[in-house]
């Protein structure tokens, strides 16, 4: 049994090589078990035999994944069936998934709790986002030489089973640690930002949202610099909408994609910009129905979407 979970969370990547460029999506089948999407520019979405990442998975888990060396490393993350946080690795010329150190941690999370990862190659800095077993946001960090480790204890009280979405860019003019944002729904069932400058947090609500169900999930995506955001999250009337930042006019009234999702259902964003893609090129998947993820297209930064012809999943 192969198909997506009723309540799949979705993790995506984008990465070049020198003769093709790539997208991977990564889900939860019916049987709790973790897997792979594969598209490449040169043949579209294909099948492979090889699409298993990771087994026995809590039903309903968090998914998120990272990518860096253009793709020749890997890091695909979900809870196992003790809300424990698991790290599957996929590194070098290796073809098959073996477990990371953070596995061994055995780090406990909220139940069911999302999760998100972003890597920027200094050193091989990661950063995984969860919630713990108070509600509360938590950050893990990985250097790369220093292991894993916890990080800001200072992070705020969420909405049980809060979605979570974390991006980030370069930190212009300095040498500090690139820009952060985290995407979370407070109690109030709000959406709110974190915000990491290169020194400290600071939050505020994202006020051109408009009230979603609790534990509605988000995604986000950055491009350029300085950066550019997109904000995907599910509303009451189960519309997939985004929210868009420009630098230069702020942030944009909330759309409609046009997509309609499951209330409680995945969300994934990617900027697949290279190759023959435009810089405004953004991928973003959701699941319309049980046992489906659907793709959405923009080539202008989020002003307008499309549906891609078919169902990604299964594949």
């Known amino acids: 049994m192969s198909s997506v979970n009723s309540l799949t969370s979705i993790a995506t990547i984008f990465f070049s090589t020198d003769t093709d460029t790539h997208v991977r999506v990564f889900y939860q089948d ?20 090889n699409n298993l990442v990771g087994t026995a998975a809590q039903k309903g888990t968090g998914i998120s994944a990272v990518t860096w060396n253009n793709g020749g490393e890997i890091r695909v993350y979900y809870l196992d069936q003790d809300n424990n946080i698991v790290e599957r690795v996929l590194s070098g010329e290796t073809t098959s998934w073996g ?21 920027w190659n200094k050193e091989t800095n990661i950063r995984v986002y969860y919630q713990d077993t108070t509600n509360k946001v938590r950050e893990l960090v990985f250097i790369s030489g220093g292991g894993w480790k916890d990080g800001s204890e200072d ?12 991006a980030l860019a370069p930190n212009p003019g300095t040498n500090r640690n690139p ?3 985290v995407y979370f729904q ?17 939050q505020t609500p994202l006020s051109t949202l408009a009230p979603f169900p609790a534990g509605t999930n988000l995604a986000v995506v950055t491009w350029e610099d300085p950066a550019k955001i997109q904000v995907a999250a599910i509303d009451v009337t189960h519309s997939v909408t985004t929210t868009s930042y420009d ?9 409609s994609t046009g997509g309609v999702g499951l209330p409680s259902g995945g ?8 190759g023959p893609e435009p810089a405004d090129s953004l991928r973003l ?6 046992a489906a993820i659907q793709e959405l297209l923009t080539y202008d930064g989020g002003a307008s979407w499309s549906i891609s012809a078919g169902q990604i999943v299964p594949k």
Do not use: C, M
């Open 247 to 255: 630098p230069t006019t702020g942030w944009a009234p909330t759309l």
């Open 267 to 274: 969300l994934a964003l990617v900027n697949v910009a290279g």
């Open 285 to 290: 998947y959701y699941q319309p129905a049980e």
């Open 179 to 181: 820009l952060r944002w």
């Open 99 to 119: 477990n990371g150190a953070l596995t061994q941690k055995k780090i406990q999370t909220a139940p069911g709790s999302r999760l998100s990862a972003i890597e």
């Open 30 to 49: 019916g049987n709790g078990d973790i897997r792979e999407s594969f598209y490449d520019h040169s043949v579209g979405w294909n099948t492979r035999s």
């Open 186 to 202: 407070a109690p109030d069932l709000t959406i709110q930002q974190l915000w990491y400058d290169g020194t400290s947090w600071s």
């Open 155 to 166: 992070l705020p009280l969420a909405v049980p089973g809060t979605g979570l979405a974390a």
